[in-house]
């Protein structure tokens, strides 16, 4: 994101990922809330990362 910041020239980002299949045990509030906790997690391990409870995956996110 171009501009000024006090606090660097770069942003970086924290990502929860969260899937599932149709079926009668899953609804879109499940997805959400299910994204929304891994994004907390992906935020406690640190800044830039990607967290997803499926795999158990916890990847920092490319530079440039």
């Known amino acids: 994101i171009p501009g000024t910041s006090a ?6 980002v924290s990502v929860g990922v969260a899937t599932f299949r149709p079926g009668a045990d ?7 809330a299910d994204a929304d906790q891994n994004l907390y997690q992906a935020k406690l391990l640190g800044k830039n990362r990607c967290f997803s409870a499926e795999s158990m995956a916890d990847s920092p ?3 440039r």
């Open 61 to 63: 996110l490319p530079t």
């Open 7 to 12: 606090l660097g020239r770069h942003v970086s």
């Open 26 to 32: 899953s609804s879109p509030t499940t997805l959400i």
